[in-house]
């Protein structure tokens, strides 16, 4: 899987995988520990499942331009949900690392 950065805001808060083909999309997190991966960009997606995890994640919903558009925190395994409206992008992190990071609505993740 390919790894870039992520930035916040322009200010670069760590790495990310990118699943950006069907069979990296399909498999996401599944089989992964989500604290070792870290950070996980799915692109194109709008709606996200935790079916076969392990562990619980995180989930930043983004727009075309990055904007984030919603944040759920701390979904469990085994959960289905729902697709948001205008996201084009989701960001996976482990369980409550967007609170770390103090990401929030509206604000921008960029991935260089």
Do not use: W
Not at 24 to 44: D, F, M, T, Y
Not at 73 to 83: A, T, V, Y
Not at 94 to 103: D, R, S, V, Y
């Amino acid at each position: 899987m390919k790894q870039k950065d992520i930035y916040l805001n322009e200010k670069k808060v760590g790495k990310v995988y990118v699943a950006d083909n069907f069979f990296l999309r399909l498999r996401g997190l599944i089989g992964r520990n989500p604290e070792e991966v870290g950070a996980l960009l799915i692109q194109p997606c709008s709606q996200i499942h935790t079916f076969m995890m392990s562990a619980p994640i995180d989930v930043v919903y983004l727009d075309k331009s990055g904007r984030v558009l919603k944040i759920e925190q701390n979904i469990p395994p085994s959960r289905c949900q729902k697709s948001v409206k205008h996201a084009k992008a989701v960001v996976e992190f482990p369980a409550f690392q967007t609170e770390k990071l103090h990401i929030k609505t509206e604000d921008c993740l960029t991935f260089n």
